[in-house]
């Protein structure tokens, strides 16, 4: 059964940076794209990063040039570093990975809490 775990979430303030990590219990080249979502309370989930099987990468205006997605292929790890956080940025945020299936696995999320 295909896992993906998310971590590295936390209370900030803002301005500041945190990395969140999420960990697949199977090799993530097996996956396109990798994404990471947020979900904020009462807010429909959105889509925050992308990358393909080829490294291009996607970010909706409201992060782009604040948030980075990357991946290491020998953690089986995808990345979101979080820059210059700001108070809307408060939400859980999962990962995803689509599989040559078709099939979307989804993370538990990791809870991230940007203070004023």
């Known amino acids: 059964q295909v896992q993906l775990v998310e971590s590295g979430g936390g209370l900030v303030q803002a301005g500041g940076s945190l990395r969140l990590s999420c960990a697949a219990s199977?090799?993530?080249?097996?996956?396109?794209?990798l994404a990471w979502y947020r979900q904020a309370p009462g807010n429909q989930r959105e889509l925050v990063a992308t990358?393909?099987?080829?490294?291009?990468?996607n970010y909706p205006d409201s992060v782009k040039g604040r948030f980075t997605i990357s991946r290491d292929y020998a953690k089986k790890t995808v990345y979101l570093q979080m820059n210059s956080l700001k108070p809307e940025d408060t939400a859980v945020y999962y990962c995803?990975?689509?599989?040559?299936?078709?099939?979307?696995?989804w993370g538990h999320g990791t809870q991230v809490t940007v203070s004023s």
């Open positions: 990358i393909t099987s080829g490294g291009l990468t």
């Open positions: 995803n990975g689509k599989s040559a299936s078709g099939t979307v696995h």
């Open positions: 199977i090799n993530i080249f097996t996956f396109n794209p």
